[in-house]
């Protein structure tokens, strides 16, 4: 027999382990995961990127006997020894910092000195891709760590990830994460996490992700190590970067690496130099008279070594002489970028010089780094004819045929400062082979090629001879992309996106970057493009075509009906805006999106194109689909001098569509363009758009300074309306104690009601931020004011991930027993998520581990239903209420066994649970088990005289059911009753009575008819996502909602029956948008009931009795079926007055269950 039961002295679990492991196979047939796995999987997969993880795994580790240095200074040891605190490790480039902090890393993660925690770590690289240089990578990486290594924080971030879903979809790159979204949930989840254990973040390479956003990055750790200390937790940070430019590194500790890597850098010559055998076995004093030189040149570069050796290491393999090698080693210049200029001169054979010109073009400016195989065709684009198709490029002189050819001419093309990268999609990248390669290269390595190779470019300075290598680059992708031929099926390419780029290696990037290098190329473009504008009309309906299939849900697709003038737009080529426009019409013409050209170029800040549109007759006060105007594109961009050009032309500021132009710059936080637009006249309190004002926008950011300047242009600290409902929420829900506290100095009334959270109290502790909630109860916030999604502070604490704010909320009074919301009771909901914490805190206060919610559900049922094995294990006062049944008859074993739960239905048949017990459905847990033989023989050890319940008393048993079903529910209490027509529908529905099944299952009512938010919706069972079509409903899986692609994906069941396939029965239109709903009473739901009292008893109800609304329903006209059978319930009169009581009740009030 399994052993397994609850209790005992030493059971329990650790914070931070409660959830387990988020696994990426989310589905087999002998384990289905919990829907917040599912999520969690999702949200894993919305944060990550392919190459989130190559730069790191591709830094090399530490030579033998380096880096140990850093280990022993006394700067390393006092940030090692602090709970919090920041350090700066700073150095050249090319000193060896990445491979420092690979060392600490790895060093600390292997070590056991250090307390147990979590370690975060993003490095930086400004020659990967956009994700891998920039802000949003590093923030998606760090909270895709997080989230997958500590399940207390992902309540919040996956509540967050929800609203971004239902807002956008829930296909995969439906949208993007915001950066001020990412920056607030980072910070957020590692203080949460650090409430539990220590955290460590390491950043390499900062001064990669460029000067602006390295300066923002600086600040942005300075303040959370801020907030660490504040708060008394354990946060370390760990940041590399060079000298420049110039970030502040505060209170810090700072470590100088080119001041203690000198014995680093001769030890590794040394050790080189010892593999390698030289003329005559050179003697030792040799070596060391090499090392020494070498050391002595490099002046703390590493890179510069690694640069040299090779060439030396040739010298020796060519048999040359010490003296000659020596000789040679002092005209190396000791400066990296002189040394990079003596291989451009000395190193790269003169036939190459070209090629390899052409080949450091697509190296260092390239928007992301070529794969081999993309690169070998970028070599010879600069040959190809606009009306060469990619296949017969091929044929072109100078091809590359293989990928293993590429990789050889790379050395030779690049003379070692070019290499080969692995990648994690096993494509293999060409990048520069240094950070300080690209930078020479940008600055005069190209010039220095350009001027060899054409001596008509030697008055050219830097800054032009890039403009001119990215008009190489960009004709390069046009004519790739003119030589594609355009589909004859009206659908477009045929074939998958994987099909479409192997064909075509170069088309992803050509498509991708045309005309980011068209706008890079400036005024070069035409010296270097022939009939540019006959060749771009030709191309461009095939480029839409192929961008659309390639990166249908990237910002920058670009929509169906764009055309030429759009594009000219959009890069700003203001030489080709006069020739496409021959009139008004042509400059008003819009895409799917109803977007102008004049939309676009506000959109991305070019000034001159838009004046250029404006003298073409382009109407200022257009709007799109959306009711944008330019205006609004300009400031929600923060372009302040278009924002400006416009207001000097007149826009219209009192159009409805330039209403939100004051709320979309002060939700972007652009301070100046909020000044200049109120200044203009805007309207500080214009209502409308999803944040119902702009002071609400810029609370919703966190923007003090934006906040600020609202306020004292007028704007009403009170207004209602948006998504938070008022400002303060707004600012509650961002954590922001600063922008909080304004709003309280100004007037806001801490108690005021409506929005997503209810109220301020709530959305701060929804958020975990300990800090704003005693800011606002200290401001005289109810802490037991009821509304919103869970009803009460407290709940939404216990859900939330915060044990300190619960705590908080109950020193200030809050009511551990309050009931209402999502969960029922605060408990309930910290159970739900399987808390340890927040369960101990709630029963220490008194919590009632009997109390149920409207359905009767205690805390045993909701722990049996998520599987939350180890909260009973920790907890075995919650079997106080081992065989209590819900309003649906079930007892805690009933959902353990139905749900696939065996170990904990073991358990609870070892803890005294009694497995006779029948459910709703006449059917005790062995008629549910009837697939599971281990299970099968526990219950018969436990009751051996238990039998399979024939169907005719299950039968009977569902008619009983619904009667006493709505006999006996506390209508009074109506927020339950969608989940009690959804149970009478399963009843009918095992009853074989399918038209009264399927139109209870299709009534989809919502408490306030004008309110968008408060829609039921169906989550499916195995995936996780909401059913937007037909959903299926499964007799055999306990109430399990399927959706249409998961029926065909998984037509067996994963729970007790892993090899049975589904009974399902098909829902049509779960949730229409454009469906009228309605609160009140359903005409067509009272004749149903009618119809189902006459059937039965055989009589007509008189019509006096008989309250009908004139309000129109969502359900189908209502088919005849065959009703129960009479049982002897009472009086004809009792039972019509019960059904019509469950029509008003039904339709009070709707539970988000």
């Known amino acids: 027999m399994n052993s397994t039961s609850f209790g005992g002295e030493n059971s329990g679990t650790q914070v931070g382990t409660n959830h387990g492991p988020i696994t990426q196979n989310y589905f087999s047939s002998d384990r289905l995961e919990t829907p917040e796995q599912n999520t969690d999987n999702d949200v894993l997969e919305s944060l990550a990127f392919p190459q989130m993880l190559d730069r790191r795994d591709n830094i090399e580790p530490c030579h033998t006997n380096t880096c140990k240095w850093i280990l022993e200074l006394e700067e390393f040891q006092s940030w090692r020894s602090q709970s919090h605190g920041l350090l700066w490790i700073k150095g050249k480039p090319g000193s060896g910092k990445s491979t420092l902090m690979v060392f600490l890393h790895d060093k600390l993660q292997r070590s056991q000195d250090d307390s147990p925690g979590i370690r975060l770590d993003f490095f930086f690289t400004a020659r990967g891709t956009e994700m891998q240089r920039t802000p949003l990578g590093m923030l998606?990486?760090?909270?895709?760590?997080?989230?997958?290594?500590?399940?207390t924080v992902r309540p919040h971030i996956r509540e967050t990830y929800g609203r971004r879903c239902k807002q956008f979809g829930y296909g995969k790159r439906q949208w993007e994460w915001p950066q001020v979204m990412l920056e607030d949930l980072l910070a957020s989840a590692i203080l949460a996490s650090a409430n539990q254990q220590h955290v460590v973040v390491f950043v390499d390479a900062l001064d990669e992700a460029g000067a602006q956003s390295a300066q923002q990055l600086a600040g942005y750790f300075h303040r959370l190590v801020d907030r660490a200390e504040k708060k008394k937790l354990c946060i370390r940070v760990c940041i590399s970067c060079r000298h420049y430019p110039i970030m502040e590194s505060g209170q810090a500790i700072e470590i100088k690496v080119e001041d203690h890597n000198q014995q680093d850098i001769a030890t590794y010559i040394q050790d080189t130099l010892a593999q390698t055998e030289t003329k005559d076995n050179a003697s030792q004093k040799m070596r060391e008279i090499l090392v020494e030189q070498l050391t002595r040149q490099a002046n703390g570069f590493f890179q510069w070594v690694h640069i040299i050796l090779p060439l030396l290491e040739r010298k020796v393999r060519e048999m040359e002489s010490f003296d000659d090698i020596c000789c040679w080693l002092r005209e190396i210049p000791a400066g990296l970028e002189d040394a990079y200029a003596h291989i451009l001169s000395n190193v790269i054979d003169k036939r190459n010089r070209e090629q390899s010109f052409l080949f450091f073009q697509w190296v260092c400016l390239a928007e992301r780094p070529l794969t081999v195989a993309e690169m070998r065709y970028a070599l010879v684009a600069k040959n190809a004819r606009a009306t060469l198709s990619p296949k017969k490029w091929e044929r072109i002189s100078g091809f590359i045929e293989s990928n293993e050819h590429m990789l050889q001419r790379t050395k030779a093309l690049s003379g070692g400062l070019a290499e080969v990268v692995p990648s994690a999609d096993n494509n293999e990248t060409i990048q520069v082979v240094h950070q300080s390669v690209n930078d020479f290269f940008r600055t005069k390595g190209l010039k220095v090629l350009c001027h060899d190779i054409d001596m008509s470019t030697s008055s050219m300075n830097e800054e032009q001879v890039i403009f001119r290598c990215q008009a190489t680059l960009y004709r390069s992708c046009l004519v790739y992309l003119a030589g594609i031929h355009e589909p004859r099926e009206a659908s477009g390419f045929k074939g998958t996106r994987e099909h479409l780029i192997q064909e075509r290696p170069l088309l992803e990037y050509a498509t991708t970057n045309l005309f980011i290098h068209a706008e890079k190329a400036a005024d070069f473009r035409p010296d270097i493009v022939q009939n540019?504008?006959?060749?771009?009309?030709?191309?461009?309906?095939?480029?839409?075509?192929?961008?659309?299939?390639?990166?249908?849900?990237?910002?920058?697709?670009?929509?169906?009906?764009?055309?030429?003038?759009?594009?000219?737009?959009?890069?700003n080529l203001v030489d080709l805006i006069e020739p496409v426009v021959s009139g008004v019409e042509d400059v008003a013409i819009r895409n799917m999106y109803g977007d102008t050209a004049l939309h676009l170029a506000a959109r991305w800040g070019h000034v001159t194109a838009g004046k250029i549109l404006r003298g073409k007759g382009a109407d200022q006060d257009a709007k799109n689909e959306s009711g944008k105007t330019p205006l609004f594109e300009a400031a929600s961009s923060g372009n302040l001098e278009f924002v400006e050009w416009l207001l000097d032309e007149g826009v219209d500021l009192g159009k409805k569509g330039d209403g939100g132009a004051l709320q979309a710059a002060s939700l972007g936080g652009y301070e100046s363009v909020v000044e200049i637009l109120l200044g203009a006249g805007a309207d500080v309190n214009a209502q409308g758009g999803h944040y119902g004002n702009a002071l609400q926008a810029a609370a919703s950011r966190g923007s003090a300074e934006t906040v600020q300047i609202l306020l004292g242009a007028g704007a009403d600290v009170n207004a209602q309306g948006g998504h938070y409902g008022n400002a303060l929420q707004a600012a509650a829900s961002r954590g922001n104690a600063e922008t909080v506290q304004i709003l309280l100095g100004a007037g806001a009334d801490v108690n005021a009601q409506g929005g997503h959270y209810g109220n301020a109290l709530r959305a701060a502790v929804s958020r975990g931020n300990p800090k704003t909630v005693q800011i606002l109860l200290g401001a005289g916030a109810d802490v037991n004011a009821q509304g919103g999604h869970f009803g009460n502070a407290l709940q939404a604490a216990a859900y939330s991930g915060s044990p300190k704010t619960v705590q908080i909320l109950l020193g200030a009074g809050a009511d551990v027993n309050a009931q209402g919301g999502r969960y029922g009771l605060p408990l309930l909901a910290a159970i739900h998520e399987g808390y340890v914490d927040q369960v101990q805190i709630l029963l220490h206060a008194g919590a009632d581990s009997l109390l149920a919610d409207e359905l009767g559900r205690t805390p045993l049922h909701i722990a049996a239903s998520k599987n939350k094995l180890h909260i009973l294990r920790r907890f075995p006062q919650l079997l106080s209420a081992l065989n209590k049944r819900s309003d649906f008859l079930q007892t805690p074993l009933h959902l353990a066994v139905c749900l696939g739960h065996i170990e904990f239905a073991i358990g609870l048949l070892n803890s005294g649970a009694d497995p006779s017990l029948p459910d709703g459905y006449g059917k005790h847990v062995m008629d549910w088990a009837s697939g599971h033989e281990a299970l099968l023989q526990e219950i018969h050890n436990h009751c051996p005289h238990l039998v399979f319940t024939p169907p005719d008393t299950q039968e009977l048993s569902v008619h009983r059911s619904l009667y006493e079903l709505i006999e006996s529910h506390p209508y009074s209490k109506s927020k339950s009753s969608w989940p009690i027509l959804q149970q009478l529908g399963r009843f009918f529905l095992f009853l074989g009575q399918f038209d009264n099944a399927r139109y209870l299952f299709q009534l989809h009512l919502r408490q306030d008819a004008s309110s968008k938010t408060d829609i039921w919706q169906i989550s499916c069972n195995m995936c996780n996502q909401i059913i937007t079509g037909t959903r299926f409903i499964c007799r055999l899986c306990a109430c399990m909602d399927i959706c249409s692609s998961c029926v065909q994906k998984y037509p067996c069941h994963t729970r007790l029956h892993p090899n049975q396939g589904h009974e399902v029965f098909e829902v049509s239109n779960v949730l229409d948008e454009n469906t009228q709903l309605?609160?009140?009473?359903?005409e067509r739901l009272t004749h149903f009931l009618s119809n189902f009292v006459h059937e039965r008893f055989g009589q007509r109800a008189s019509q006096s009795e008989i309250e009908v609304s004139n309000d129109t329903v969502i359900s189908p006209a209502l088919n005849k079926a065959d009703l129960v059978p009479n049982l002897p319930f009472g009086s004809v009169t009792r039972i019509f007055a019960i059904l019509f009581g469950v029509s008003a009740a039904v339709l009070g009030a709707w539970y988000f269950y």
């Not at 998606?140 to 399940?151: K, M, T, V």
């Not at 299939?549 to 670009?558: A, F, I, N, Q, R």
Request: proline share 5%; charged share 25%; net charge positive.
């Open 532 to 571: 540019e504008k006959d060749v771009l009309q030709k191309v461009l309906g095939r480029w839409v075509q192929v961008y659309q299939k390639l990166d249908e849900h990237s910002g920058v697709c670009p929509p169906r009906g764009t055309t030429l003038l759009h594009m000219a737009a959009a890069a």
């Open 140 to 151: 998606r990486s760090l909270l895709n760590q997080i989230f997958d290594r500590d399940p």
């Open 1078 to 1082: 309605t609160g009140l009473a359903s």
